[in-house]
């Protein structure tokens, strides 16, 4: 399995461009989530998914950020426009929602720079 | 939502010795989830314990629910060089799946 696939790996950007960030989860998993981490908040789940609908996109921190699924094995993140402070790791995770606690699987993540 | 605590934030482990970090919530909690991240790296779950009083090893690492299933513990004896990382513990909250991670014990290995 080649487990959770995030591109880029890593993004360096203007301040006011545009970034979208890319996922792809394990096959047959049926949720995903996305995460931002930084030292100073830690991991923070933005939005999550379960069969491709958007759940919970309360974690998302303002309308300048959107998440689409439109399969079950592709995700979007996009910023836009970006800013300084949206720099940080962003990571894609995905699960199997078919019991109790469920072990998610992260991606290696896409570190971005806002300059 | 749901929280949970960590403490310390931040160890400094000489090699071969034991530490033990703690992962404490003020609800009681249905289970809870343990994540690795290397420096670099992505994190990886660890085990996940169910049962109040819980106790589960693996090789160095000793995993422990408590009876009030409101905290738990990660120990790990003869540290190794590649125990370095930051240690999550989870909580799974509002059903789907959602984890809420403390905010992790850093911990440097000192050769």
């Known amino acids: 399995d080649a487990g959770v696939i995030q591109s880029p790996r890593h993004e360096v950007t203007e301040m006011g461009q545009e970034v979208t960030l890319r996922c792809k989860p394990i096959s047959g998993h049926n949720s995903l989530f996305w995460y931002r981490q930084t030292m100073m908040r830690g991991l923070e789940l933005l939005i999550y998914?379960?069969?491709?609908?958007?759940?919970?996109d309360s974690g998302m921190p303002e309308d300048r950020f959107s998440a689409k699924m439109p399969n079950a094995s592709f995700s979007t993140l996009k910023i836009q426009p970006s800013e300084p402070r949206d720099s940080a790791v962003y990571f894609c995770?995905?699960?199997?929602?078919?019991?109790?606690?469920?072990?998610?699987?992260f991606g290696p993540g896409t570190r971005l720079l806002v300059l | 939502g749901q929280q949970v605590m960590q403490i310390p934030q931040y160890q400094h482990v000489q090699e071969g010795e034991d530490f033990t970090t703690y992962c404490n919530s003020s609800t009681t909690l249905s289970n809870i989830q343990w994540y690795k991240q290397r420096p670099g790296g992505h994190p990886v779950f660890l085990i996940q314990?169910?049962?109040?009083?819980e106790v589960k090893k693996q090789k160095r690492l000793t995993f422990q629910f408590g009876e009030a299933k409101k905290n738990s513990s990660l120990h790990i004896t003869a540290t190794q060089t590649t125990d370095v990382g930051t240690y999550f513990c989870?909580?799974?909250?509002?059903?789907?799946?959602?984890?809420?991670f403390g905010k992790g014990n850093q911990v440097v290995v000192i050769p």
């Open positions: 995770a995905s699960s199997y929602l078919g019991g109790a606690g469920e072990t998610q699987y």
């Open positions: 989870a909580l799974i909250w509002g059903g789907n799946n959602r984890l809420a």
């Open positions: 998914f379960n069969n491709n609908v958007p759940i919970d």
């Open positions: 314990l169910v049962k109040s009083g």
